[in-house]
């Protein structure tokens, strides 16, 4: 039984991510890159028993369907709120890593080196987390009352290898002067100050509508976190943060979209930048 603060949250974390949107036009298909999933996909014996399971891979997250299941709107809802809930960035469920690792392995081996499965390794829910995704797949589903969300959904059949090397993410632009740039999102503590979160003690102030450079001596490409100045890449993705530092840390914060300049690396979460330019206010 969930707790009504729980209920709350979970609520709380479906408002957010639909707020601003024209649920009229809201599909699966225009949010799939955003939530970070890939595909949709069914094969012949390769979830016998699971109805339908998430798993993560590279950056991505793929719902598979078990053979002569329907993908309802309950049921991909429910795999969504595994993904909102019981993931974090990294793709790494809330338990042990050994669990998930394991998991994929025995997918790998039977969705791209057509081997046979073994039920007992599959990652199963916890009763938590079955609840938690349950309230969400109905809440969910309420708040899209009426609408066929899923209308341009394609489930697709796997094919070796399909989701071993996805495609890269998308970025998006925002026009400053005479020029376009990235457009990313900065979350900054109300001082106007970077959070110093994964320890990072060095804490710059920013200006808004002024250009910020790292110095060309400290530049770094690369997915490390030292090196460069990192933003989100999407509004969802700096309320996730927003909520994080006011629930974990207690401490408020301002989030501004930006222009960005050179991009030093990014994936579906964030994005790495040698430059940053405030453009405006958001939350």
């Not at 071993?164 to 376009?180: A, E």
Request: aromatic share 12%.
């Amino acid at each position: 039984m969930l707790s009504k603060s729980r209920k709350a949250e979970i609520r709380k974390t479906i408002d957010d991510f639909l707020e601003g949107r024209d649920l009229k036009k809201f599909t699966l298909e225009k949010i799939k890159e955003e939530i970070g999933l890939f595909a949709i996909v069914r094969d012949e014996g390769v979830f016998p028993g699971c109805g339908a399971i998430v798993f993560p891979v590279k950056d991505y997250y793929f719902i598979g369907i078990e053979s002569g299941r329907q993908a309802t709107p309950l049921r991909i809802a429910h795999e969504l709120g595994h993904i909102f809930l019981h993931f974090d960035a990294n793709k790494r469920r809330f338990r042990r890593k050994e669990e998930i690792l394991s998991g994929y392995q025995e997918w790998y081996r039977s969705a791209v080196k057509k081997q046979p499965i073994k039920k007992s390794s599959i990652l199963g829910d916890t009763d938590k987390e079955r609840a938690e995704a349950d309230y969400f797949a109905k809440y969910w589903n309420e708040r899209l009352n009426g609408i066929d969300w899923l209308r341009e959904t394609t489930v697709e059949k796997i094919k070796g290898g399909l989701f071993v090397k996805p495609k890269k993410p998308k970025l998006y632009t925002v026009r400053l002067g005479l020029s376009d740039h990235v457009l990313g999102y900065k979350v900054l503590t109300p001082d106007m100050k970077s959070l110093g979160l994964r320890g990072n003690s060095n804490i710059i102030e920013y200006p808004i509508q002024e250009w910020v450079f790292l110095d060309t001596s400290c530049v770094r490409e690369g997915k490390q976190d030292f090196g460069g100045i990192w933003v989100t890449k999407t509004l969802w993705r700096a309320k996730q943060l927003e909520r994080y530092m006011k629930e974990k840390h207690g401490r408020e914060t301002r989030t501004f979209s930006a222009a960005l300049d050179k991009i030093l690396y990014f994936n579906l979460y964030r994005i790495k930048t040698n430059g940053i330019h405030l453009l405006e206010k958001v939350n």
